[in-house]
């Protein structure tokens, strides 16, 4: 099998506009004859987002037989805005590759691509899998569609998983996780010179209240700690919107936004469970209620040691979240990829060249300890 540049794959993802409002199927349609030319096994997991909008995930297996290693990356990329150069136009600056999902995470897949595509599929005796979802940015659609329905996820019997994130290479144990209950106060809008309207602001004051004493709570508690993170507390948070209502107008509808990072074994379910129950004893309608917990695997976990070998750094947690938390209830999971995520997400996006041809080589020891 002809080897790939790691570099030229990079470029070659960066230029296609993948953001995650977008139809993703230029991605797929790029990637997946590289796939087949290199001895994969092919399967688009389709589907249609909440905004009309037609996505697609691509897996890609390799070789056989039970307890192999996935790769679970994604295409989507935030919106390029901001930036002063093109975002899709990828540019080596030193010793740099610049350009709109450079980072987070067209550069790390790239990386696991062109690690597993030389290798012959009869060397291996187990299964090589490579998933590139759609949607991670925005909700993790594509990875809950593929765990569902594809049927070579489900072929390959896998025992662990590798989740490329930016991570400097350094091997990621466990992180923390997303959490969010939105809601919502109506009240009537009126002119004030009249005083006759009713503050929907007015009417969920007392649970902003309560809400600023649970989080000084939240801070004091250490029940609601874990000192593996850094930091150890869950980033409580609240944001308000009346929606641009005017000083001389009583606003009609307030909505109160809570968000926190649930961390595994933790009490966030106590924590949703309270914030939604003082919402509704004031009245106000609770909009929505959602939590993606987050994930640990055992630091002695054999994945987790020989991630740890293969890039001669120690296991650690962080305190984003990523796909990570959908896998780890199925494999053993670490998150590892090149690139830092102060990177990610920003103006002038970039990853370390030198990173990613050391993650081609981490990626390549992991399949050959694991898988031949």
């Known amino acids: 099998m002809s080897a790939l540049d790691v570099l030229e794959l990079t470029k070659d993802l960066v230029r296609i506009n993948s953001v995650s409002d977008r139809n993703n199927a230029p991605i797929a349609d790029f990637l997946e004859p590289i796939f087949q030319e290199h001895g994969f ?42 930036w002063s150069t093109d975002p899709w136009t990828p ?11 450079a980072c987070d995470m067209k550069g790390p897949l790239a990386a696991t691509i062109a690690a597993a595509a030389p290798i012959a599929a009869d060397a291996l005796n187990k299964t090589v899998f490579i998933a590139v979802t759609a949607d991670e940015e925005i909700g993790y659609q594509g990875a809950k569609e593929m765990l569902a329905r594809s049927e070579l996820l489900k072929g390959a019997q896998l025992a662990m998983a590798i989740v490329p994130e930016p991570t400097s290479l350094d091997p990621v144990y466990a992180h923390k996780g997303g959490a969010g209950v939105e809601v919502t106060a109506h009240g009537v809008a009126a002119h004030t010179s009249n005083d006759t309207g009713i503050s929907a602001t007015f009417l969920i ?15 004091r508690d250490t029940s609601y700690h874990r000192p593996e993170f850094v930091p150890p507390t869950p980033g409580f948070n609240v944001t308000i919107n009346d929606f641009g209502t005017p000083g001389n107008v009583t606003a009609a509808r307030t909505v109160c936004t809570v968000g926190f990072r649930p ?31 987050g994930f640990s695997t055992s630091p002695d976990a054999p994945v987790v040691r020989a991630v740890a070998a293969a890039t001669d750094r120690a296991p650690r947690t962080v305190s984003y979240g990523t796909e990570g938390s959908l896998y780890a209830p199925l494999y053993d999971t670490v998150v590892c990829g090149p690139g830092s995520i102060a990177q990610a997400h920003t103006d002038g996006e970039w990853i370390e060249i030198a990173q990613l041809t050391e993650a081609v080589e981490v990626y390549t020891r992991l399949i050959e300890t694991f898988c031949m």
Do not use: C, Q
Request: no cysteine; proline share 4%.
């Open 41 to 82: 096994a092919t399967e688009r997991i389709v589907y249609t987002d909440k905004k009309g909008v037609e996505k697609t995930t691509l897996v890609a297996s390799k070789g056989g037989g039970a307890g192999g290693i996935g790769f679970f990356s994604h295409s989507d990329t935030v919106p390029g805005t901001g």
């Open 91 to 101: 540019v080596v600056a030193g010793d740099r590759l610049i350009g709109l999902g």
């Open 205 to 219: 004051a007392p649970f902003l209240n309560d809400m600023a004493e649970l989080a000084m709570e939240i801070k």
């Open 263 to 293: 961390m595994p074994g933790d009490r966030s379910d106590d924590l949703l469970a309270y914030i939604v129950g003082k919402a509704e004893s004031y009245g106000l309608e609770v909009t929505s209620s959602r939590s993606m917990p």
